[in-house]
Structures are given as structure tokens and as C-alpha cells.
């Protein structure tokens, strides 16, 4: 079973409007994280948000936040007022084994959306 | 610009030969961890190097082999190369601060392709 499932290949959305980007995740570990990045056209990857699963509160970072549902397992990412700058592809990826499996930071990656804002 | 940094930015080898990639981890940043991203494939976790000892291993092919030296600078050895390796290769660092996550900063990346 995929880890992470990220099931919109492409988005396009209207500059100014707010927009959200799925992402499901399958994991039995209670102690996890959830991570948000972006990838441009140029090609780096640039961290946006993190949440854990025994944060309480939804992770906010500027115009990005995330929306995690925990018994629905979801973690999806919200843009608020999108700009042109954030047409790019963004991948949810997740991190186990907060708690028991120290220093072994290994990410897997969803297989990412395309979004596309139109002027 | 994360504060790492990858070398080459693009290489184009042939079937069968050897190459060497090479990360300088940000500054103060003792993980260093490698990541093939493929059409085929997507992104994909290959190694995790901590403070120069191997901490995690994901799917890295018995062909693919990486160090990290006293310095802390990583590299990733790709041998008997074959067309199906073509990929994005990045590099990722990350601090180790007293707390449950340490978000990693990714290099630019290396574009190998392979004739």
C-alpha cells in the first residue's frame, strides 16, 4: 500500500483564490510527522510546513496551512490567496518513528501536484 | 538558496560507467541524506548519513554506494551505470536540534543522464 497518496495530479486555480492539495497517508505508527514541499520549475525542493501527529493544533506557516485530520488520516495543505510565484509541483511526504526510531529521518514522498495559478 | 550544495549540476555518461556525486551539507548540519527523483520512480529516499556513520538505508541498489567524510561532506557513487538511472539526484541536510523533527533543506540537485 502507498504510504503517502497525493490524488490530484494537476490543479489549475484563479490567482487570488485560496486552494487546497490533498494528501492521505497509511502508517500504523502512532509517532509521525508530515511534511510539505515545494518544488519549482528550477527544480530545488523548499520546505513549507510540518506537523506531528501529537501536535495539537493545525501548523500554520504565512499563507500556508495544514488541515490534518487524524482519524480520516489526511494532512492536506492549504494556500491562502494564491500568487503566480506558487505555480509548481508539492509533495506531501511523511516521516515514522518519531519517538522510537532516533536519528533515522527518512522521508517518503507522495507522488506530488502540479499547480498552476491563471491570472 | 538552501546552504547546500551539489557538484556536478548536470553529468551525461554512458551505459556501464562510474560516476561521483558530491554534497556539502549547510553549515553545522551533521545528516546528510540522498534522494533519486525519477519519472518512473517519483522520489525516492536512498541513503541517510549521520555524523559520518550510515543511520538509514532505503531503496539504494547494491550498484550505488556513498560516504560521508570527517568534514561532513557526502558523496554518492553510482557504478555500471544503465539507462533506468537517469534521475534527479538531491542531497538533503539537516540540523539535529532538541526537538520531535528536524526539517531538511535540500541541495539543487544533480541531473545525471545516462546514453
Known amino acids: 500500500a502507498q504510504k503517502i497518496t497525493q490524488t490530484q495530479p494537476g490543479m489549475f486555480v484563479q490567482e487570488k483564490e485560496a486552494v487546497t492539495l490533498d494528501c492521505t497517508y497509511d502508517?500504523?505508527?502512532?509517532?509521525?510527522?508530515l511534511f510539505w514541499y515545494k518544488q519549482p520549475s528550477s527544480g530545488e525542493m523548499i520546505f513549507l510546513i510540518y506537523q506531528g501527529s501529537y501536535d495539537q493544533q493545525n501548523a500554520t506557516e504565512g499563507r500556508y496551512s495544514l488541515n490534518f485530520q487524524k482519524a480520516r488520516k489526511s494532512a492536506n495543505l492549504v494556500i491562502s490567496a494564491s500568487q503566480l510565484g506558487d505555480s509548481a509541483m508539492y509533495f506531501c511526504a511523511m516521516r515514522e518513528g518519531l519517538r522510537s526510531n532516533f536519528g533515522n529521518e527518512k522521508l517518503t514522498f507522495g507522488t506530488g501536484t502540479r499547480l498552476t495559478i491563471i491570472p | 538558496d538552501s546552504g547546500v550544495t551539489q557538484t556536478p549540476k548536470h553529468l551525461i555518461t554512458a551505459t556501464g560507467q562510474r560516476v561521483t556525486l558530491r554534497c556539502s551539507p549547510r553549515?553545522?548540519?551533521?545528516?546528510v541524506y540522498w534522494y533519486q527523483q525519477s519519472l518512473d520512480q517519483g522520489l525516492q529516499f536512498l541513503i541517510q548519513y549521520y555524523n559520518g556513520e550510515e543511520r538509514a538505508k532505503g531503496n539504494i541498489l547494491e550498484r550505488f554506494s556513498a560516504q560521508q567524510f570527517p568534514d561532513l561532506h557526502s558523496e554518492l557513487n553510482l557504478s555500471s551505470l544503465e539507462l533506468g538511472d537517469s534521475a534527479l539526484y538531491f542531497c538533503a541536510s539537516s540540523p539535529h536540534r532538541d526537538r520531535a523533527y528536524n526539517e531538511q533543506f535540500f541541495g539543487p540537485g544533480t541531473r545525471l543522464t545516462v546514453l
Open positions: 553549515s553545522g548540519d551533521l545528516s
Open positions: 502508517t500504523s505508527d502512532p509517532s509521525y510527522g
